[in-house]
């Protein structure tokens, strides 16, 4: 079965950096669109960044010009480089694998986990 595994989260001090990664496994990786969604302590989940499989990328106007998608289809693994952390990037942040390419950063709200498949998340906090 389909399995993403989050990795690389942690705390920093605003202006740090952070690489996240996700380790998928249990379909073929190329056919899904990939996406990055988070979710801060009492509020809805929010689209971060989405990659497609000729590598086309979107962003959450939030973070364009910080974060960067990428992937790797030989290790099946995606990633999320994240730069100039602010302290309202903290946030659970979880990855995504999208057979019909549905999700979009711009999403937000309970209804996008019935998209595709997801893991289980990577705590980010950011402090002042």
């Known amino acids: 079965q389909v399995q993403l595994v989050e990795s690389g989260g942690g705390s920093v001090h605003s202006g740090g950096s952070l690489r996240l990664s996700c380790a998928a496994s249990g379909y073929t990786y190329s056919n899904y669109c990939m996406n990055w969604f988070r979710q801060a302590p009492g509020k809805e989940r929010e689209g971060v960044a989405h990659i497609e499989s000729d590598g086309s990328t979107m962003y959450r106007d939030s973070v364009k010009g910080r974060f960067t998608i990428s992937q790797n289809n030989a290790k099946n693994t995606l990633y999320l480089q994240m730069n100039s952390l602010k302290p309202e990037d903290t946030a659970s942040y979880y990855c995504s694998a999208d057979p019909t390419c549905i999700l979009v950063p711009t999403m937000i709200g ?19």
Do not use: H
């Not at 309970?110 to 002042?128: A, C, L, N, R």
């Open 110 to 128: 309970p209804e996008v986990v019935k998209f595709g498949y997801w893991g289980q998340g990577t705590q980010v906090t950011v402090s002042s």
